[in-house]
């Protein structure tokens, strides 16, 4: 045999990565029990389930079994320990976390063996992916421990919170979830995924080993129906962090709603990687490779749907059918195997299932020539093409390693097959014209884009979706957000009538030092003004329409609604806007989608147009405001000057909520935007009729999105009274839209419209309960008071950074560089 000839037929011999460390900590172990206040406890059913090795079917160990009693008992412990843990200084938590990285980094080794065998994924991934980030997350963290006192004041921690992970990433999803949280003072109680269990506990064990108090980090292992759901429901739980399934999400949404619990979900995708004629092709296909052969193609942003400019697309296909004849399958713990194993007999069942349904609605399948290993659950990569967007393989998540491929013509097109899908988690673009690929990246309806690169992921730079894809962010200064909130929002009981009166005479919620915003105090305000006494108006024979697409519109119902001063008497008649009324708004908002591409600085403009026209009619906006509430003249001027004040607070804004720049570990950065989150539906408060709307209504322009507004129910002239000042001063019609009439009506409407992106409720606590439920449908983020008070007149509450998160989402734009 020439030398020759063994270099042509040289294949990779095995190298096995030993798993006898990893085997007998776990039978030192076995069988492992629950983690609560950093003791291993029995759980309460006395049961124990099978971890099982996805690459032999063979059982791994038990883990503990818990039920709602053990639920208790960890939220127990993560509740008592909450005090001493959120009134630990940030250096002391900082150098907690600093603990758990460098314990993770000691025993990397060991985690990377426990994760290859509990998920079947390889250990090359394992060893120099998921555990590095790990580590990483922590690190990260402990910075923002240290700095959280001087870089986010007026925030804390909500307290217990539960957290459930999914089985792909069973460590990371457990370090992106737990760093954060105790970085910023929270306690936990975290469930792994049923399937993948071992690491976190392994984790548990390095949590006592670092001597971290008690009761701050709880692992209950078992099933979603047994402690799942019983986290989710538990009453000492103030938010519920959440990735999985897209389903799962959906009902904890539904459970959760009106709870007052914060919530983040991080739920499925089919995202798109888009390639265009101009690519590197080779690059493209080691991208390919990354994108969804990566984790078996069990990943929420696996690259699962090739889109190929057509006059590449035989050519592409040709080069990655053979790089698929090449790629690997077999042992998770040989280092030369691409691919390990399925998760779970379930899953490839499942992923089987679906395979097969492609092939019956026509699509062409490829596969390599080679088999898979037979004892364990794998799948050889796949490639379908001649897909039709619409089939069921386009759209559904296979979470599998099963690629779907599609031709495009023209860029427009791209954007247009690419956002074909009720997903929004990801995007790889890929072209050497760095001005094609940072055009089109801001089209694309997803929270991370890659350009030519693919499944990058840092602690720096936020992750999570649009759409169905959940909200909120994870990684970041945005990810800390889940888990704060104001130091304000202490809790309080919902509205009565007279926390209404207080709220709107400014007694109970002004500024510390007593002083309203434009320095007057409450005394002066309260003073009646004896030239005007309130309640003497006669009625204003006007009936204002609906203000929708820049115009004033008839209600569809034809009726109109009373309006009734605080004695009682008729003061004005408003439209009863319904159902269809709310659909014509939502598409007359849809069309101004220019508004969120225009510059900021006209944006800009036009705030301040809309605070000038305001101000030549101040002094009706004030009478309005007492005809309508009975309050002092000098109260009600008080709030038109804060209302243009806060006009102001917008305009300055909107050039300057810009977002940041990260510098992950790569050649390159990313650029982490705020963008616009498209339609808000937009519920106002009684108090403060003028106010409560210009400041939701403002922040909500000012970044780009347009409005549909309901006006409070008791008192909306002073909405309507705006039309002319919106009409005056070149808002784009559309932008805003106004639908008077019952708010909670109006509101479920919005909350259920699929068009609506996000909805905003400031109302009852029932009225919050029916948004978050209603809002379940298409996963629009929510945001609502729960019936609670809100000062509009001071500034912390009532304008700000808040108001500017909830009316954006950041894209985080990956732009590697260098040759
Ligand atoms: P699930 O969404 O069912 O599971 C994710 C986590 O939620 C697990 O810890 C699970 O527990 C728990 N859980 C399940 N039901 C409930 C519930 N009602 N209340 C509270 N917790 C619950 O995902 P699957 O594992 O069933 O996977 C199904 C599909 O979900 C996949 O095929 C994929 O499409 C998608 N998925 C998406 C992920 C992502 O990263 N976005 C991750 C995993 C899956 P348990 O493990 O005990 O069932």
Known sequence: MSVMDIFETMDYGPAPEAASTALSWLKAHQPFNLFINNQWVKPTSGQYLDSINPATGKVLTQVASANSADVDTAVAAASSTFAQWSATPGHVRARYLYALARQIQKHARLFAVLEALDNGKSIRETRDLDIPLVARHFYYHAGWAQLMASELPGYEPVGVVGQIIPWNFPLLMLAWKIAPAIAMGNTVVLKPARYTPLTALKFAEIVQEIGLPPGVINILTGEASQVGEALVRHPGVKKIAFTGSTDVGRSIRRTTAGSGKKLSLELGGKSPFIVFDDADLDSVVEGVVDAIWFNQGQVCCAGSRLLVQENIADRLHAKLLARMERLRVGDPLDKAIDIGAIVSSAQLQEIQRLVAQGIEEGAQVWQPSWACPTDGYFFPPTLFTNVSPASTIAQVEIFGPVLVAMTFRTPTEAVELANNTRYGLAASIWSENINL???????????????????????????????????????????????????????????????????????????????????????????????????????????????????????????????????????????????????????????????????????????????????????????????????????????????????????????????????????????????????????????????????????????????????????????????????????????????????????????????????????????????????????????????????????????????????????????????
């Open 437 to 819: 690929a940072l055009d089109i990246a801001p089209k694309i309806k997803a929270g991370s884009v890659w350009i030519n690169c693919t499944n990058m992921f840092d602690a720096s730079s936020g992750f999570g979706g649009y759409r169905e894809s959940g909200f909120g962010r994870e990684g970041g200064k945005e990810g800390l957000y889940e888990y704060l909130r104001p130091a304000w929002e202490v809790e309080q009981a919902a509205f009565s009538t007279s926390t209404f009166t207080e709220i709107a005479t400014g007694e109970e919620h002004s500024s510390s030092n007593g002083a309203s915003e434009n320095g007057a105090t409450h005394e002066e305000n309260d003073e009646p003004d004896a030239s005007f006494p309130s309640g003497t108006l006669p009625a204003i024979d006007r009936t204002p329409k609906l203000f929708i697409a820049g115009k004033q519109a008839r209600p569809d119902s034809g009726y109109s609604r009373s309006v009734f001063d605080s004695a009682g008497r008729l003061i004005g008649e408003v439209g009863e806007g319904n159902r269809k009324d709310i659909r014509n708004a939502v598409e007359a908002a849809h069309k101004a989608s220019g508004w969120a591409s225009g510059t900021t600085h006209n944006r800009a403009q036009i705030l301040y147009y809309m605070a000038e026209n305001l101000s030549v009619r101040e002094d009706e906006f004030a009478r309005r405001i007492v005809q309508q509430t009975g309050r002092s003249y000098a109260d009600a001027r008080n709030e038109v000057q804060a209302t243009l004040s806060r006009l102001f607070s917008y305009a300055a804004w909107t050039d300057k909520y810009e977002g940041s720049v990260h510098r992950p570990p790569l050649r390159g950065v990313v650029l982490a935007l705020p963008e616009a989150i498209g339609v808000i539906g937009i519920a106002c408060p009684d108090e403060y009729p003028l106010l409560g709307f210009i400041s939701l209504l403002a922040p909500a322009i000012a970044m780009g999105n347009a409005v549909v507004v309901v006006p409070s129910q008791v008192a909306p002239l002073s909405a309507t009274d705006c039309y002319q000042v919106f009409e005056t001063s070149d808002l784009p019609s559309g932008v805003v839209n106004i639908v008077t009439g019952e708010r909670d009506a109006l509101s479920q409407v919005l909350a259920e419209h699929d068009d609506v992106d996000a909805m905003w409720y400031f109302g009852t606590a029932d009225g919050s309960q029916r948004v978050e439920l209603a809002s379940a449908g298409n996963m629009k983020r929510t945001w609502v008071n729960y019936g609670r008070p809100r000062a509009w007149l001071d500034t912390q509450q009532g304008e700000g950074q808040e108001f500017l998160r909830a009316s954006t989402q950041v894209k985080n734009i990956w732009v590697p560089y260098g040759e």
